[in-house]
């Protein structure tokens, strides 16, 4: 296994340099929120922009070939990425919120009725708890929820209780935004199939961190965006397994999602074009299969390896401070850290940070069951990617010690 060259590899990422905050060099620990791009993305996205652009599918002129092949080549690359069978079964949406809200319009409303379940868990964000209560709302169905430990990890005893002959999916995150925690999703998944439920992974803080093989893994569906894996917004994923993308119905009616439209009957195109109807995200989806192949190319298994020595690392030092608690202390945890600092509100802690050049996040991380789990508000969320240093998480920790002395 390669391993990270952080000071070469910083060099990759334009905006690392060029910041300053507070007339400080700009240290960037909110990834979790969203992560930086290399330059390769940029260009990338500029030579689209500059000699590629135009609307694809439909057209036969040159250019529209030459977009239609960039677009294409860019969902096989995902597909590659996350290990899908087939292309069809990598969707263009606009981001994890997106890919949700499409599986519970064009799956949920059509096979979750009156009086079903669906499993989700306490640590789930909030893009993966509303649209199941609007669905359950609607059709008068509800949700289980699977309980948290103090240490951020799921009840999987708990868990494997809530089933039962109503239930039909389970949502789970891979990695919880507001803890770190990696939760078992394969072993959450054979559980869930064993009783033929289907299930349905939030990955949106997971597949910039660690290798995800959606087969090994054996998901039905799997959800992530790009500006959290070094890619532009606007643009994520929704994996699905081709029979069940099949089976739904689409969640947009438009351009490009038919194959015929008259004004008795329109017959829906086959996937994945069903569910991208409309003028779809062309440039950010190019910028992504770069952002992809970048992160391809200097290997999840290394970043990995450098995240968690970071994460071992800044956990050490903080829990050593006096008045530092650490919200989510799983066994297994990507590099994101939530503390709060004696009774010092995170907000203030925040802003004290970004005095020191320091970008973390403050709030409730659109979790705000995780923060009534723990009796807490909100944290403050230092978040790394592989372009963080041990100099940077030093330069944290010796601000945090400030700000303790400050409030003693
Ligand atoms: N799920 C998780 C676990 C997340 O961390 C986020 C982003 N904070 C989302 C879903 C929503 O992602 P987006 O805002 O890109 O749709």
Redesign the pocket.
């Known amino acids: 296994m390669s391993m990270i060259d952080v000071e070469r590899l910083r060099g990759d990422f334009p905006i690392l340099g060029e910041v300053k905050v507070h007339g400080r060099d700009l240290i960037y620990l909110d990834n ?2 969203s992560s930086q791009m290399p330059r390769v993305v940029i260009e990338r996205i500029a030579r689209y922009q500059c000699e590629e652009h135009a609307n694809i599918h439909r057209g036969v002129h040159h250019l529209s070939d030459v977009a239609t092949t960039a677009y294409e080549s860019a969902r096989s690359t995902v597909r590659r990425f996350i290990n899908a069978r087939e292309d069809r079964e990598v969707i263009f949406t606009s ?4 890919a949700i809200n499409l599986v519970a319009h064009g799956w949920g409303r059509a096979f979750v009725g009156a009086g079903d379940e669906i499993i989700l868990s306490e640590v789930e ?1 909030h ?2 708890i509303v649209p199941w209560q609007m669905l359950c709302e609607e059709k008068g169905a509800r949700i289980r929820v699977i309980p948290v430990d103090e240490r951020g990890e799921l009840d999987l005893d708990a868990y494997a209780g809530l089933f039962n002959e109503r239930t039909r999916l389970v949502g789970i ?1 891979h990695v919880s ?1 507001a803890l770190g925690t990696v939760n078992p999703v394969r072993e959450m998944i054979a559980t869930a199939h064993a009783r033929g439920v289907p299930v349905l992974v ?1 990955g ?2 997971a597949v910039a961190h660690e290798p995800v093989d959606v087969q090994a893994l054996d998901c039905d569906f799997y959800t992530f ?1 790009g ?2 894996l070094y890619g532009p917004t606007g643009i ?1 994923i929704l994996y699905g397994r081709a029979a069940l993308l099949e089976k739904m119905r689409p969640f947009k009616g438009g351009g490009d999602m038919i194959l015929s439209v008259s004004f008795e009957k329109t017959t829906y195109n086959t996937i994945p074009h069903k569910f991208e109807a409309g003028t779809p995200p062309i440039m950010p989806a190019v910028g992504l299969g770069a952002a992809v192949e970048y992160l391809s190319a200097l290997g999840l298994p290394a970043v990995a390896a450098w995240e968690q020595s970071l994460l071992a690392h800044a956990t050490e030092r903080l829990t050593a401070i006096e008045g530092v608690r650490i919200i989510g202390t799983a066994r297994h945890k990507a590099a994101v850290i939530s503390f709060n600092i004696a009774d010092v509100h995170p907000h203030d802690v925040g802003s004290l940070l970004n005095d020191e050049g320091i970008a973390v996040r403050t709030g409730h991380h ?1 979790a705000q069951p995780v923060m009534k789990r723990y009796g807490v508000p909100a944290t403050v969320r230092a978040s790394f990617a592989f372009y963080n240093t041990r100099a940077e998480v030093d330069a944290l920790v010796v601000a945090v010690q400030k700000i303790r002395r400050l409030f003693e």
């Open positions: 979790a929120a981001g994890t919120t997106d964000h893009a993966n995150t935004n939030d949106a803080q965006s500006h959290k994520g659109c």
